[in-house]
């Protein structure tokens, strides 16, 4: 079975960064492209970043780029989201998502908190 288990959520204040890890289990990681979501309190789902396969390619979302950087470890199965120069409106829960033939598997999400 698919699991998608996120970590490295937390308090930080703005300007602050934060590494985010998420941990796949229960399919051949190195065959799909991965991706971040976050959900910020009263606001949709957004699509955040999404990262290659190989680790070679990757986009971001507007409001992240230039700040976060996805990468991926295929040999241990691991995603992460290093996140920097956070501000306020990032305040959200994040969430990993892999596609595997037309669905899409989720992970339970880890929160990320940018208050002073």
């Known amino acids: 079975q698919v699991q998608l288990v996120e970590s490295g959520g937390g308090l930080v204040q703005p300007g602050g960064s934060l590494r985010l890890s998420c941990v796949a289990s229960g399919f051949t990681f190195s065959m799909y492209r991965m991706y971040w979501y976050r959900q910020a309190p009263g606001k949709e789902r957004e699509w955040v970043a999404w990262i290659s396969t190989l680790g070679d390619s990757s986009n971001y979302g507007d409001s992240v780029k230039g700040r976060f950087t996805i990468s991926r470890d295929n040999s241990k199965n691991t995603m992460y989201l290093q996140m920097n120069s956070l501000k306020p409106e990032d305040t959200a829960v994040y969430y990993c998502?892999?596609?595997?033939?037309?669905?899409?598997?989720w992970g339970k999400g880890t929160l990320v908190t940018v208050s002073s």
């Open positions: 998502k892999v596609r595997r033939q037309g669905m899409e598997d």
